[in-house]
């Protein structure tokens, strides 16, 4: 079965920093472009920051500078790396990965609060 296995949640003041990793499984062939969604309560879900296989990057405005987006193609593996991070960053982080179809994670919560 394929599956996107995300870690590195949690709990964070104002200005602190965390790291995300998504790792995913054999069963997807061809992995292109990984990335990752956020969706806080009562907002749509979001873009945040993706990377090609060839390992060029975007990122949205509201995280451009703060975070960094890369990965290991070895272990199809993506981190997003969030420094300084803010209040308005809270929200549930949801990987993705472009295959045959694009998979999701099932998400990992990020919570910044004083």
């Known amino acids: 079965q394929v599956q996107l296995v995300e870690s590195g949640g949690g709990l964070v003041q104002p200005g602190g920093s965390l790291r995300l990793s998504c790792t995913a499984s054999e069963g997807i062939l061809s992995i292109g472009t990984m990335g990752w969604y956020r969706q806080a309560p009562g907002k749509e879900r979001e873009f945040v920051a993706s990377?090609?296989?060839?390992?060029?990057?975007n990122y949205a405005g509201s995280v451009r500078g703060r975070f960094t987006i890369s990965r290991d193609n070895a272990k199809n593996t993506v981190f997003l790396e969030m420094n300084s991070l803010k209040l308005e960053d809270t929200a549930v982080y949801y990987c993705?990965?472009?295959?045959?179809?694009?998979?999701w994670g099932q998400g990992t919560q990020v919570t910044v609060s004083a």
């Open positions: 993705y990965a472009n295959g045959a179809t694009t998979y």
């Open positions: 990377i090609a296989r060839s390992g060029g990057t």
